[in-house]
């Protein structure tokens, strides 16, 4: 617990006049790197909260994550934003729409500003899982500091807040009974034929503004890592029968100059903080750092010097070594 502590130190910035808390995960000592602690050609990793969670996230995931970043030599931060975690502000009461609307990306971008001039960053890679990665998307238009996007399960729909307690336990009674399960598997087939009928448009909730901020950046060639975890009845890779396959379509959207990887981890939940999610994208994390974002010395042989010091992220020195035998995409293959 000491030895953690002495790895991170709370730090404080200031958006639109508000005190937002953070945690600073240090990288290793300037001599266990090409890219020194105190260089300002170094690249650091911004962690955002999904929805009303704190800046540790599920199960402490995101502390996790960004631990094995900072032992991997990139500084890594977590910010609570405004009316969040231990920041100052107030949580409305509409904050989903607020986020889906791109509405704490202003603020994200003024703290992004200020944590690369303070801790002398190149710039950062924003990290951001459900709706943080929407916040991430959004924010990486607007920062000229955002050099890369890490997102977890994004969605690009506007989901409801909450389903009513009828639709809940409708649901709930589905996946415990047969015949339930045999109703929801006739009305899948009955949403497929639909979505067959209606063509490649989107569906009626999709998020038009968030969609075009993806084909933005990704077509501009923005270094981006998309994860996923499997969903309710999901078919592998492939959306529940009947669910519009938004991932097939930004896929499409990202264009040839595009720099994104998509990776579906099939052990993990949606918060990704099971044993074998939370070390899924530790290992993706790792290798896409490797390849996008590698350490400036070329004699450096960063897997070994990795693998010696730490049993946490290791970063190859090579593109071709980030290639991965799990499931996924690397688009512009297609």
């Given amino acids: 617990m000491l030895e953690a502590l002495e790895k991170r130190e709370l730090f404080r910035l200031t958006s639109g006049g508000v005190c937002l808390e953070g945690t600073y995960h240090?990288?290793?000592?300037?001599?266990?790197?090409?890219?020194?602690?105190?260089?300002?050609?170094r690249l650091g990793v911004l962690?955002?909260?999904?929805?009303?969670?704190?800046?540790?996230?599920?199960?402490?995931?995101?502390?996790?994550?960004?631990?094995?970043?900072?032992?991997?030599?990139?500084?890594?931060?977590?910010?609570?934003?405004?009316?969040?975690?231990?920041?100052?502000?107030?949580?409305?009461?509409?904050?989903?729409?607020?986020?889906?609307?791109?509405?704490?990306?202003?603020?994200?971008?003024s703290a992004v500003a200020e944590l690369v001039n303070r801790f002398a960053l190149s710039g950062v890679v924003i990290f951001g899982h459900c709706a943080g990665s929407v916040s991430a998307l959004y924010l990486s238009a607007i920062s000229k500091e955002c050099k890369g996007l890490i997102l977890l399960d994004t969605y690009f729909y506007l989901p409801q807040a909450k389903r009513?307690?009828?639709?809940?336990?409708?649901?709930?009674?589905?996946?415990?009974?047969?015949?339930?399960?045999?109703?929801?598997?006739?009305?899948?087939?009955?949403?497929?034929?639909?979505?067959?009928?209606?063509?490649s448009s989107l569906p009626g909730n999709a998020n038009a503004p968030l969609l075009a901020r993806w084909k933005q950046m990704a077509s501009a060639g923005l270094p981006i890592l998309l994860l996923q975890a499997p969903g309710i009845k999901a078919q592998g890779s492939k959306p529940r029968v009947g669910e519009f396959d938004y991932i097939d379509y930004v896929l499409n959207l990202a264009g040839r100059r595009n720099q994104v990887?998509?990776?579906?981890?099939?052990?993990?939940?949606?918060?990704?903080?099971?044993?074998?999610?939370?070390?899924?994208?530790?290992?993706?994390?790792?290798?896409?750092?490797?390849?996008?974002?590698p350490f400036e010395d070329p004699n450096r042989n960063a897997v070994g010097h990795a693998s010696a010091e730490s049993n946490d992220l290791q970063i190859p020195s090579t593109r071709a070594s980030a290639q991965s035998a799990d499931v996924g995409y690397v688009l512009g293959s297609r």
Avoid: M
Wanted: charged fraction near 20%; glycine fraction near 10%; hydrophobic fraction near 40%.
């Fill in 164 to 199: 009513s307690d009828f639709r809940e336990s409708l649901s709930g009674w589905a996946r415990r009974s047969a015949i339930g399960g045999l109703l929801s598997n006739a009305f899948d087939r009955a949403r497929k034929l639909k979505l067959s009928l209606r063509g």
């Fill in 47 to 109: 962690f955002l909260n999904s929805l009303s969670l704190p800046r540790a996230a599920t199960g402490d995931s995101a502390v996790h994550w960004a631990d094995s970043i900072a032992a991997a030599g990139y500084p890594a931060f977590r910010i609570d934003l405004p009316g969040l975690g231990d920041s100052e502000g107030t949580a409305s009461t509409d904050l989903l729409d607020i986020i889906n609307a791109g509405g704490l990306a202003p603020a994200a971008s």
């Fill in 261 to 293: 990887r998509i990776k579906f981890i099939e052990n993990a939940d949606h918060s990704f903080a099971n044993r074998e999610g939370r070390q899924a994208v530790k290992q993706h994390i790792s290798d896409w750092l490797g390849a996008y974002f």
């Fill in 26 to 41: 240090r990288p290793v000592d300037p001599g266990a790197h090409a890219c020194p602690v105190d260089s300002n050609s």
